[in-house]
């Protein structure tokens, strides 16, 4: 039956496979997903994303800015150049219309795969287009690279800017590639993913006539290690979104089931405020609105006085599986499987001669009690078995017996008021709460 664990509020569930479980908040939001999944596909990220040296001593360029003499002159790393040179200067394309900075990196798969698409704009527009790859990695990972990896070898890509600090504080980024654009005057015109870099769009810049690209934003002050939340994400917009939290004081237990926002009908809401672990699953089983506790099979080490807030918002298509979302968010945090189905029960029922009961009613005296109540004290106690009542309870008195009366002593008690008392088997619906084991 069910094991009471007497732990601090905070520690909702502990198993032998589940040491401890604290609270949390999630937030699934689409624009984040898209933000951070697509690396295969489009941008990629370091995790260890260096800072510059100096970096704080250079202020970045703004689009619009014009890039300063000093940049212009900055001697920058290279490898791979078709002269032999070790160094160039952004200076030494300044007779280009166009300049475009390929912030790259030897991990980055997508970066690579674009590097012959690159190679095929310079070539046809290698008197007006510079582009040049820029990587801030050791010039001796980027050149086993350039001779180790089929693609770049076969891209026709030629010299890389490497060791590179600087340029990544002029125009900082997080995820790569990225693109800034550069007219000859050194004017910063663009920043754009890869998705921009079209014949079309390169041949309206250098010719002067009016392009609108779609502007790349890295969010520069993204910290993996904390919440969406207070990384100042726009967490209205989710998709979707599953909230837990612990018990809010001042506020009384409320519950509310599925049905769409009222300020937005394309979404669908459910929610509990300050509600049992038990009493929160109601929200995944409706039908478990009324199920005594003897119907309630609990295997499973829950503390029966935490209470929880939960919230989840979703699309409005979902709502035909909503229950089964929050029936999977709950039991997933608790690290445990839930079930509500209807089976072959061993039970007492419960039938009546009223003929007989309107007979002998005036034998009741003293303290006594209706059966409806004595049902559901009985059926409230887990170990007792099921009580069905198979008449209107409600107006039928009885005198009052003990909860864990014998059948032999209830059914002599009853017996005498036309009150039959017998062993049975019905189908009924039985929830069951079970430890979510490991597996093997």
């Given at each position: 039956?069910?094991?009471?664990?007497?732990?601090?509020?905070?520690?909702?569930?502990?198993?032998?496979?589940?040491?401890?479980?604290?609270?949390?908040?999630?937030?699934?939001?689409?624009?984040?997903f898209m933000l951070f999944n697509l690396s295969t596909a489009q941008a990629?990220?370091?995790?260890?994303?260096?800072?510059?040296?100096?970096?704080?001593?250079?202020?970045?360029?703004?689009?619009?800015?014009?890039?300063?003499?000093?940049?212009?002159?900055?001697?920058?790393?290279?490898?791979?150049?078709?002269?032999?040179?070790?160094?160039?200067?952004?200076?030494?394309?300044?007779?280009?219309?166009?300049?475009?900075?390929?912030?790259?990196?030897?991990?980055?798969?997508?970066?690579?795969?674009?590097?012959?698409?690159?190679?095929?704009?310079?070539?046809?527009?290698?008197?007006?287009?510079?582009?040049?790859?820029?990587?801030?990695?050791?010039?001796?990972?980027?050149?086993?690279?350039?001779?180790?990896?089929?693609?770049?070898?076969?891209?026709?890509?030629?010299?890389?800017?490497?060791?590179?600090?600087?340029?990544?504080?002029?125009?900082?980024?997080?995820?790569?590639?990225?693109?800034?654009?550069?007219?000859?005057?050194?004017?910063?015109?663009?920043?754009?993913?890869?998705?921009?870099?079209?014949?079309?769009?390169i041949d309206s810049v250098i010719t002067e006539n009016p392009v609108k690209?779609?502007?790349?934003?890295?969010?520069?002050?993204?910290?993996?290690?904390?919440?969406?939340?207070?990384?100042?994400?726009?967490?209205?917009?989710?998709?979707?979104?599953?909230?837990?939290?612990?018990?809010?004081?001042?506020?009384?237990?409320?519950?509310?089931?599925?049905?769409?926002?009222?300020?937005?009908?394309?979404?669908?809401?459910?929610?509990?405020?300050?509600?049992?672990?038990?009493?929160?699953?109601?929200?995944?089983?409706?039908?478990?609105?009324?199920?005594?506790?003897?119907?309630?099979?609990?295997?499973?080490?829950?503390?029966?006085?935490?209470?929880?807030?939960?919230?989840?918002?979703?699309?409005?298509?979902?709502?035909?599986?909503?229950?089964?979302?929050?029936?999977?968010?709950?039991?997933?945090?608790?690290?445990?499987?839930?079930?509500?189905?209807?089976?072959?029960?061993?039970c007492y029922t419960l039938q009546i001669d009223e003929e007989l009961y309107?007979?002998?009613?005036?034998?009741?005296?003293?303290?006594?009690?209706?059966?409806?109540?004595?049902?559901?004290?009985?059926?409230?106690?887990?170990?007792?078995?099921?009580?069905?009542?198979?008449?209107?309870?409600?107006?039928?008195?009885?005198?009052?017996?003990?909860?864990?009366?014998?059948?032999?002593?209830?059914?002599?008690?009853?017996?005498?008021?036309?009150?039959?008392?017998?062993?049975?088997?019905?189908?009924?619906?039985?929830?069951?709460?079970?430890?979510?084991?490991?597996?093997?």
């Amino acid at each position: 039956m069910q094991k009471l664990c007497n732990r601090e509020r905070y520690c909702l569930f502990k198993s032998r496979y589940n040491r401890s479980r604290t609270l949390f908040s999630f937030a699934v939001a689409g624009f984040c997903f898209m933000l951070f999944n697509l690396s295969t596909a489009q941008a990629q990220s370091p995790e260890n994303g260096e800072a510059a040296e100096g970096q704080t001593e250079i202020k970045p360029l703004q689009i619009g800015d014009t890039v300063p003499e000093e940049l212009w002159n900055l001697p920058l790393q290279v490898i791979n150049h078709p002269e032999g040179k070790d160094t160039i200067t952004l200076d030494d394309y300044r007779d280009k219309k166009l300049i475009i900075l390929d912030f790259w990196a030897t991990w980055c798969g997508s970066c690579i795969s674009t590097f012959p698409k690159i190679s095929k704009i310079v070539e046809a527009r290698r008197e007006l287009v510079k582009v040049l790859p820029v990587s801030y990695e050791e010039m001796q990972k980027v050149e086993r690279s350039f001779s180790s990896n089929k693609v770049i070898k076969n891209s026709g890509i030629e010299e890389t800017i490497v060791e590179d600090s600087v340029l990544k504080a002029y125009f900082p980024h997080r995820i790569v590639p990225h693109y800034i654009w550069l007219d000859g005057n050194g004017r910063f015109l663009f920043q754009t993913d890869a998705s921009s870099l079209t014949m079309e769009n390169i041949d309206s810049v250098i010719t002067e006539n009016p392009v609108k690209l779609t502007a790349k934003r890295d969010s520069i002050s993204f910290d993996k290690d904390l919440p969406f939340d207070a990384n100042q994400f726009d967490v209205g917009r989710n998709l979707e979104r599953t909230v837990f939290l612990t018990e809010t004081p001042g506020i009384p237990s409320l519950m509310g089931q599925p049905r769409p926002l009222r300020s937005d009908n394309q979404f669908v809401r459910a929610y509990a405020v300050n509600t049992s672990i038990e009493r929160l699953y109601e929200l995944a089983f409706p039908d478990l609105i009324g199920i005594p506790r003897n119907r309630r099979k609990i295997d499973a080490e829950i503390d029966a006085k935490s209470l929880l807030c939960y919230e989840f918002i979703g699309k409005v298509e979902r709502k035909g599986d909503v229950r089964l979302k929050i029936k999977e968010d709950i039991d997933g945090f608790l690290g445990v499987t839930s079930n509500l189905k209807r089976e072959d029960v061993d039970c007492y029922t419960l039938q009546i001669d009223e003929e007989l009961y309107r007979t002998r009613e005036h034998l009741l005296l003293g303290e006594r009690q209706t059966v409806s109540n004595w049902v559901r004290l009985v059926n409230n106690t887990p170990d007792n078995i099921p009580l069905i009542c198979d008449f209107e309870p409600y107006k039928i008195f009885i005198p009052l017996l003990p909860i864990d009366a014998s059948y032999a002593e209830a059914s002599k008690t009853l017996k005498q008021y036309g009150i039959e008392l017998k062993k049975d088997r019905r189908d009924i619906a039985v929830f069951y709460l079970k430890e979510r084991r490991s597996e093997k």
